[in-house]
């Protein structure tokens, strides 16, 4: 019997990768020199939140306010595991 899973397919090497995945780097600038911070990103999830909950629920401003406050949500979670000591 074979199983009813899709198989993740190989990932081609120039594919980025996320920062959790990518090597450590001891050379150059910093990769997240260029992302927002923490208090940044925050603060467009309270925007987001707000456009969210201003516009009639299930419309499509409600459901890209949604979208984003779920972008926004994972970015932090991301910056948060990346931190040393990691953020829990």
């Known amino acids: 019997m074979t199983d009813p899973r899709p198989q993740a397919e190989a990932r081609p ?3 980025a990768r ?3 995945e ?3 780097s001891t050379a150059g600038p910093s ?5 927002p911070t923490r208090e940044q990103l925050l603060a467009a999830h309270a925007a987001a939140r707000r456009r969210r909950n201003a516009a009639p629920l299930g ?6 306010a949604v ?3 779920a972008r926004i949500e994972i970015a932090i979670a991301e910056l948060d595991r ?3 000591p990691p953020r829990l």
């Not at 990769?31 to 992302?35: E, G, V, Y």
């Not at 419309?59 to 890209?64: H, N, T, Y």
Request: charged content about 25%; aromatic content about 4%.
């Open 18 to 20: 996320s920062p959790a």
């Open 31 to 35: 990769p997240d020199s260029d992302r």
């Open 13 to 15: 090497q120039a594919e």
């Open 22 to 24: 990518a090597p450590p």
């Open 67 to 69: 979208a984003e406050i």
């Open 59 to 64: 419309s499509e401003a409600w459901q890209a």
């Open 82 to 84: 990346t931190a040393d």
